[in-house]
């Protein structure tokens, strides 16, 4: 009778657990709010009209470092120091790590002793040879044999050099990539050091605001971060070879400041003074969507919203001018992008 028992009560609760576990499940999942793919999202719009904006254009990009690489290691053994750390300052020629060269040291003093024996000997060749007491012949093989000892020593100096790694330029520590103790290989990447003392920033300009751009100019930079901090930067670089919306990349390089406020990624622009205003076709600048290395705005096609590439020639502080992507008469989503997406079903407000 009492096995019986066993058996309902062992059946029974395992049931009513899952009974309850199912309906608080059914219960959770009708609180969780489900977006309708189906139902129009509520958005504002706004319409791409010509407008003349002023010769203010502001061009963005983003900060790189002028120089940045992998201090690496020309010969093989073990870590037995490390002197740079995540963050440390380094300087040009400032010690990074130093191999284990002891048997590097052991291999110098032979060759010495090697060279100093072939000294003595030549010396005495020298007076056995003027009194015709040996043939030249062993004079010449002593003299070679000096020779090739003195090369070799040159050879275990410049190896043991290798074993002392240094900073190859000034910059800060951003990866640590091996640690003490570590048996390394010739091409072995120890610290990467990257130099922001100067940055460069690549902005892509228009084909009709090429003309604008001379090498060494000077231009006005700010960064996102301090945007009440004007840096004066000059164009090093302006590009020969244009993508497929006729966009050149031209780079500048700025001077950080003494304190490296800038930091690499950071994003930045470059405001310029064209001395014309121009026409564009404009939209607002609310219905910018995407990021700045990929700009688009949502176009209202058939009641759906479509994702749509553009290109931002300038913008003003309300309206940015589009050389590339739309056209006039369009109507652009200046709101409502809140479970947006490409195909999207839209009702305006």
């Known amino acids: 009778m009492k096995k019986t028992i066993y058996i309902i009560v062992s059946i029974v609760i395992p049931a009513l657990i899952i009974v309850w576990l199912l309906f608080n499940k059914n219960t959770a999942e009708r609180k969780v709010y489900r977006h309708n793919k189906l139902r129009a999202v509520l958005i504002s719009t706004d319409t791409a009209s010509l407008k003349t904006l002023s010769g203010e254009v502001t061009y963005t990009g983003t900060f790189e470092p002028f120089r940045e690489g992998k201090v690496m290691t020309e010969s093989q053994g073990k870590i037995i120091g490390i002197h740079a750390d995540l963050g440390d300052n380094m300087q040009a020629g400032q010690i990074v790590a130093q191999l284990d060269n002891e048997l590097l040291k052991l291999q110098l003093e032979g060759v010495n002793v090697q060279i100093e024996g072939l000294e003595k000997d030549l010396e005495r060749y020298i007076v056995l040879t003027q ?79 090429l003309k604008d751009f001379k090498l060494n100019q000077p231009v006005s930079v700010s960064t996102d971060t301090y945007p009440e901090m004007q840096s004066v930067g000059r164009v090093m670089m302006i590009g020969s070879r244009g993508d497929v919306a006729h966009n050149y990349p031209v780079q500048i390089r700025v001077t950080n400041t003494p304190d490296l406020l800038i930091k690499a990624g950071m994003f930045g622009s470059v405001k310029m003074i064209t001395g ?66 490409n195909g999207s079903p839209v009702k305006t407000r």
């Open 276 to 341: 014309n205003n121009r026409e564009y076709v404009a939209i607002p600048i609310r219905a910018l969507y995407g990021s700045s290395l990929k700009q688009q705005v949502f176009v209202v096609e058939n009641g759906k919203a479509v994702a749509r590439d553009i290109t931002v020639a300038m913008q003003d502080e309300k309206y940015a001018a589009i050389s590339h992507g739309l056209r006039m008469g369009e109507i652009v989503i200046t709101g409502g992008f809140i479970n947006l997406k």
């Open 131 to 209: 009194a015709e007491a040996v043939q030249g012949i062993q004079l010449e093989k002593t003299q070679l044999a000096l020779e090739a000892a003195r090369v070799q020593r040159k050879t275990v100096l410049e190896q043991i050099r290798k074993t002392t790694i240094t900073a190859p330029f000034s910059g800060v520590v951003t990866q640590k990539l091996t640690e003490l103790g570590t048996v390394i290989s010739p091409a072995f990447p120890i610290v990467q050091l990257t130099d922001i003392s100067s940055l460069k920033m690549t902005i892509n300009i228009p084909e009709s605001d």
